[in-house]
């Protein structure tokens, strides 16, 4: 059998039916790290009226908040793996329960080859080529995720969930999206009215709304289509994932993370190259510590929380609080910022200072 390579938001199926996606790049050698996202309802049945999807016959649910995380802990534990950097075990498959594999390249190319069956993939479709025509990437350069991916989407109500892959594409593609977000056509950018957030609950503490939809604009990533087709707006969303070139598991086996408690600060963007992905690192210069352990060498932020992915740019000046680590290899010893899932979730926030 040839080696198993996977990256964030590949997909790894169980012979159990339980379907889970890769979460980033740092993996342990002969496992994946990974969210369980949907369980056959054999498996599991959720009240929430948006966790349902069909394929076919078959019915499935999709898993919110820590609902997989005590699902997989309290009925599946063999789908949990030992982390030696965090001496903890995290949600994930060892290689060798890994039943299928799905991509969503490979699922991108399949939808593409074929003339479009429904109004759904017919608007898949047509926003690809419009990115495309302005962008000038291709086909290989995209791929899908969720129900796309997996083939439960409903054409009439699903949203485009698409993947970019490499920074130096999603460039390109950023600065497609912003000349055709002016250009008054079919594609908006989705944080331009305050409709995006309109009857959503809001949890954070130290991040307002309208400073939630002042960082999501500029991202790009998030978009509007309104598809005449259809007579409806879909939502679509454009996912950044490295290039195999630009994939390193900074934490091997050697590596340990420490927990050093809650810290507050205020800090420069010094180098954001791995800020779209997850997890997202932003370098950093302290400038000055609120509150917290008094330490200095504090070298990054980084954020596993999808909210704080492309949040700041280099040489933006930041407020950011959340967990302080010590990173410890044969190499070198520092600290740093780590925004995660956790009990204090709502109170984490990496923002620029207006």
């Not at 707006?233 to 086996?253: L, S």
Request: charged letters at 30%.
């Amino acid at each position: 059998m040839a080696p198993l390579r996977l990256r964030d938001r590949d997909a790894i199926i169980t012979e159990e039916g339980l379907i889970f996606r890769v979460y980033g790049y740092f993996h342990p050698p002969e496992a994946y790290v990974c969210d369980v996202e949907y369980a056959p309802s054999t498996l599991f049945r959720s009240p929430d009226p948006r966790a349902l999807r069909v394929k076919g016959s078959e019915v499935y649910y999709k898993f919110y908040g820590d609902e997989g995380l005590r699902f997989v802990r309290e009925k599946y534990p063999r789908y949990t793996v030992f982390y030696e950097p965090l001496q903890e075990r995290l949600v994930g498959v060892p290689k060798s329960y890994v039943w299928k594999i799905r991509k969503p390249i490979k699922r991108f190319a399949q939808l593409m080859e074929r003339p479009p069956k429904d109004l759904l993939l017919n608007a898949l479709h047509r926003v690809f080529k419009t990115v495309a025509d302005r962008s000038g990437l291709s086909e290989g350069d995209f791929g899908v995720f969720g129900s796309l991916l997996h083939s439960f989407y409903h054409p009439k109500f699903s949203d485009l969930d698409f993947t970019i892959y490499g920074k130096r594409k999603l460039d390109r593609l950023s600065e497609a999206l912003g000349e055709l977000y002016q250009g008054g056509g079919p594609l908006q950018n989705e944080f331009d009215s305050e409709d995006a957030i309109k009857g959503k609950s809001w949890r954070f503490l130290n991040y307002s709304p309208k400073e939630y939809l002042w960082h999501q604009r500029r991202k790009m990533v998030y978009a509007l289509f309104a598809d005449k087709e259809s007579g409806r707006v879909i939502k679509t969303e454009f996912e950044p994932v490295k290039d195999w070139d630009e994939i390193c598991n900074e934490y091997g086996q050697d590596a340990r993370i420490m927990k050093r408690g809650w810290i507050k600060a205020l800090a420069r963007i010094t180098e954001g190259y791995d800020a779209p992905f997850i997890p997202s690192i932003y370098q950093i210069e302290i400038m000055k510590l609120l509150e917290g352990p008094r330490v200095w060498d504090i070298q990054r932020v980084i954020s596993y929380l999808e909210e704080f992915r492309m949040q700041a740019n280099r040489d933006e000046e930041v407020y950011v609080e959340g967990n302080l680590e010590q990173v410890t290899t044969s190499k070198r010893t520092f600290h740093q910022i780590t925004l995660t899932y956790g009990p204090r979730y709502y109170e984490q926030v990496l923002k620029v200072l207006s």
